[in-house]
């Protein structure tokens, strides 16, 4: 065997075994610069092929060529295995549990006033309301005078609101929204007017300067106070729950005469009294009356003709009542916490 081939087959030989052993990537690569290398033993050893007898050399060259692939494949198969066995060992050291549930997005919900005033919708709709709606910035007429409670009148006290330039106020009630339709259209009325409204109260657990009412009105011939109780109770057994009992008490409004206040039993105490109700064993719900005459003619129906009902309510009041909630401060303030629980 001619020295040219002896040499190749144990350059071979070596590398072989070399890579067999290699301990890393970085020894594979050191192996590919001793033998493939510029300078490295199979190179060198295709350079001393210029040496050897023309006629031999076609067949010397193809031998060391082939010896050069051989030792370039094997060099790439060892490391493409190497890197596998990494990735793996990796894999298994980053453990990932693929059933865990991912992250879930961010998202809003209905606040609990809205929630509360649309269940509230709902239940006058089913009963033919419709909807109505006026602006939070009134005038002395359409909040007051047209509402039977002229300038002197002592009712206005307790309605003492925040005025604006030019006679203007921020409205204390959606009544002049009944005013505005009566005004506007002619009877017969059945309407709810939802929405917020303002008095010159300090906060505390259950006042706050902006709060938030339905009103209702309903007008046609031959209205009872019969129809304002059972319409009412109706209501009170829709909101609540069949087993909701309510009371009617006589009060004063200027605009309703006669006027009640509806209450129903302590849904806390179940009617023994605690603090929720002041130990009265029964809670506010709201105020309600006939439509005084007085009323009709400012917005000029006849009063000898028509006759109807009117009932106001504050949502925020209602939507404590059904969510345990003693603060009505909460719903005003926009704490995530506590909004994230509706
Ligand atoms: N507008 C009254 C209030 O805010 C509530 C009410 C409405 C009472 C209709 C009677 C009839 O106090």
């Given at each position: 065997?001619?020295?040219?081939?002896?040499?190749?087959?144990?350059?071979?030989?070596?590398a072989?075994?070399?890579?067999?052993g290699?301990?890393?990537?970085?020894?594979?690569?050191?192996?590919?610069?001793?033998?493939?290398?510029?300078?490295?033993?199979?190179?060198?050893?295709?350079?001393?092929?210029?040496?050897?007898?023309?006629?031999e050399?076609?067949?010397?060259?193809?031998?060391?060529?082939?010896?050069?692939?051989?030792?370039?494949?094997?060099?790439?198969?060892?490391?493409?295995?190497m890197?596998?066995?990494?990735?793996?060992?990796?894999?298994?050291?980053?453990?990932?549990?693929?059933?865990?549930?991912?992250?879930?997005?961010?998202?809003?919900?209905?606040?609990?006033?809205?929630?509360?005033?649309?269940?509230?919708?709902?239940?006058?709709?089913?009963?033919?309301?419709?909807?109505?709606?006026?602006?939070e910035?009134?005038?002395?007429?359409?909040?007051?005078?047209?509402?039977?409670?002229?300038?002197?009148?002592?009712?206005?006290?307790?309605?003492?609101?925040?005025?604006?330039?030019?006679?203007?106020?921020?409205?204390?009630?959606?009544?002049?929204?009944?005013?505005?339709?009566?005004?506007?259209?002619?009877?017969?009325?059945?309407?709810i007017a939802?929405?917020?409204?303002?008095?010159?109260?300090?906060?505390?657990?259950?006042?706050?300067?902006?709060?938030?009412?339905?009103?209702?009105?309903?007008?046609?011939?031959?209205?009872?106070?019969?129809?304002?109780?059972?319409?009412?109770?109706?209501?009170?057994?829709?909101m609540?729950?069949?087993?909701?009992?309510?009371?009617?008490?006589?009060?004063?409004?200027?605009?309703?005469?006669?006027?009640?206040?509806?209450?129903c039993?302590?849904?806390?105490?179940?009617?023994?009294?605690?603090s929720?109700?002041?130990?009265?064993?029964?809670i506010?719900?709201?105020?309600?009356?006939?439509?005084?005459?007085?009323?009709?003619?400012?917005?000029?129906?006849?009063?000898?003709?028509?006759?109807?009902?009117?009932?106001?309510?504050?949502?925020?009041?209602?939507?404590?009542?059904?969510?345990?909630?003693?603060?009505?401060?909460?719903?005003?303030?926009?704490?995530?916490?506590?909004?994230?629980?509706?």
């Open positions: 065997m001619s020295d040219f081939l002896q040499k190749i087959e144990q350059v071979e030989q070596e072989r075994g070399r890579i067999a290699a301990g890393g990537l970085e020894a594979l690569e050191a192996l590919r610069l001793e033998y493939l290398g510029r300078k490295g033993k199979i190179t060198r050893v295709l350079h001393s092929l210029g040496s050897v007898s023309a006629g050399r076609p067949a010397l060259g193809k031998r060391a060529n082939q010896v050069k692939e051989a030792v370039s494949g094997l060099l790439d198969r060892r490391r493409g295995e890197e596998q066995a990494r990735l793996r060992d990796e894999l298994s050291r980053h453990k990932v549990d693929v059933t865990l549930p991912g992250e879930r997005p961010w998202s809003g919900s209905i606040h609990p006033l809205n929630q509360t005033l649309a269940r509230i919708n709902e239940v006058f709709f089913s009963m033919g309301f419709a909807l109505a709606v006026g602006p910035v009134e005038d002395d007429f359409h909040n007051f005078d047209a509402l039977n409670t002229p300038a002197d009148h002592p009712a206005r006290d307790e309605h003492d609101t925040f005025y604006l330039e030019g006679g203007l106020l921020l409205r204390s009630h959606t009544s002049p929204v009944q005013v505005r339709y009566m005004q506007n259209n002619p009877p017969p009325v059945r309407i939802p929405g917020r409204v303002f008095r010159r109260d300090t906060s505390d657990a259950s006042h706050s300067p902006v709060f938030h009412q339905v009103e209702g009105l309903y007008v046609d011939e031959h209205v009872a106070f019969g129809d304002l109780k059972y319409t009412l109770e109706q209501f009170a057994r829709l609540f729950g069949d087993e909701v009992r309510v009371r009617f008490r006589p009060s004063f409004f200027p605009f309703t005469e006669p006027s009640a206040e509806v209450d039993l302590c849904v806390f105490c179940k009617g023994s009294g605690c929720v109700c002041g130990q009265s064993g029964w506010e719900l709201l105020g309600c009356g006939m439509v005084h005459p007085n009323v009709f003619e400012a917005v000029g129906y006849d009063p000898e003709r028509w006759t109807g009902f009117a009932f106001g309510m504050g949502i925020d009041r209602i939507c404590m009542l059904l969510n345990d909630i003693n603060d009505i401060r909460l719903l005003l303030e926009s704490d995530v916490e506590f909004l994230s629980q509706f």
